[in-house]
């Protein structure tokens, strides 16, 4: 089964400095059809305004991976890591017992846009860490790279949660399939672009829940950027 989730009908939230959409139920948006998918808890899309950004501020038992699609994301916490983050870079902090950080945008004349993904641990009261990498888009071009796993698998960042994440680019002719076991869930959130999902076409934010399903196919992009998630149900 597949459900498809539009751009239009998530949440949405501006402040201002921010401009945020929710695919999932976040701060001042609820709805209790969209609280989650499996384990994944949170994708945020968010544009931050030059000079602005996330004062410092706690988590704990959450996976927390920060995928950066224009600008640069600076990151500082608690736990000694200063860190700008770039498009192509994938940031994942295990809150585990707590940590504190910040996330600004310093440029004085670009919007940071950015999205913001919370997965729900396999165990809480882990100890607190971070990691980050750097993917080039030639190894995402027409194919879905991994870029987090549970064991660090092919030099994808380590997540403490079931649940891996693949990015992928597609144009034209380029097409991927990956494998799914039907007793899980899957996610597919299109991040900019078209692109056709098992026969369902997406644009730009749109995203497909799927459940039962034995593959994830992806066909017809144009222009389009794509993170495919394999879940714990």
Aim: glycine fraction near 12%; proline fraction near 4%; avoid cysteine.
């Amino acid at each position: 089964m597949l459900t498809l989730r539009k751009s239009a009908d998530r949440g949405h939230a501006d402040h201002g400095w921010l401009k945020s959409h929710h695919s999932f139920s976040f701060a001042g948006y609820y709805d209790p059809a969209h609280m989650g998918w499996g384990n994944l808890r949170v994708i945020n899309e968010d544009r931050v305004a030059p000079g602005k950004g996330f004062g410092t501020h706690g988590h704990r038992d959450m996976e927390i991976i920060s995928y950066v699609l224009q600008g640069n994301l600076a990151h500082k916490d608690t736990l000694g890591n200063v860190k700008g983050i770039p498009p192509g870079d994938v940031q994942r902090m295990s809150a585990g017992t707590g940590v504190m950080h910040s996330e600004f945008n310093h440029a004085p004349d670009q919007t940071t846009h950015f999205l913001q993904i919370w997965i729900e641990p396999a165990k809480n009261g882990i100890a607190p860490s971070y990691e980050q990498k750097h993917f080039d888009a030639a190894d995402k071009r027409g194919r879905l790279r991994l870029v987090a796993s549970p064991d660090g698998a092919d030099g994808s960042v380590t997540v403490h949660a079931d649940a891996a994440l693949y990015a992928g680019l597609f144009d034209g002719a380029e097409a991927a399939t990956l494998a799914l076991d039907p007793a899980r869930k899957g996610y597919v959130h299109l991040v900019r672009g078209e692109l056709t999902v098992n026969g369902q076409r997406l644009s730009g934010g749109d995203a497909a829940l799927l459940a039962g399903e034995s593959q994830v196919r992806l066909t017809d992009g144009k222009d389009a950027e794509v993170l495919v998630f394999d879940l714990a149900a």
